[in-house]
């Protein structure tokens, strides 16, 4: 079965930090353009980052850039997003998106809350 499966996400306080995972099985992340996405109430789709499938040329959205960083490890057939400084702002779920060409897949989401 072809899926994407976010985890890592639960209640930190500001100034806390991390790591969300997508994982992959069914197909490989290799080829793929991965990003993470987040959804808050309220609040528009956001793209937050992305990572290339080659040489893994990296993405940030301004509101992020500086605390959170993406990476890949293909052997493990997973994406990460590292999470540092969290914020009260940077509450929402997280997506996980996966495209090669005209195939697409996408993750349910974790919920990251930043609270104190």
């Known amino acids: 079965q072809v899926q994407l499966v976010e985890s890592g996400g639960g209640l930190v306080q500001p100034g806390g930090s991390l790591r969300l995972s997508c994982a992959a099985s069914?197909?490989?992340?290799?080829?793929?353009?991965i990003g993470w996405f987040r959804q808050a109430p309220g609040k528009e789709h956001e793209g937050v980052s992305c990572?290339?499938?080659?040489?893994?040329?990296?993405y940030y959205a301004d509101s992020v850039k500086g605390r959170f960083t993406i990476f890949r490890d293909n052997f493990k057939n997973t994406v990460y997003l590292q999470m540092n400084s969290l914020k009260f702002e940077d509450t929402a779920v997280y997506l996980c998106?996966?495209?090669?060409?005209?195939?697409?897949?996408w993750g349910r989401g974790t919920q990251v809350t930043v609270a104190s």
């Open positions: 998106h996966a495209r090669l060409e005209s195939r697409e897949h």
């Open positions: 069914g197909f490989s992340l290799d080829d793929y353009v």
């Open positions: 990572i290339s499938s080659s040489v893994g040329s990296t």
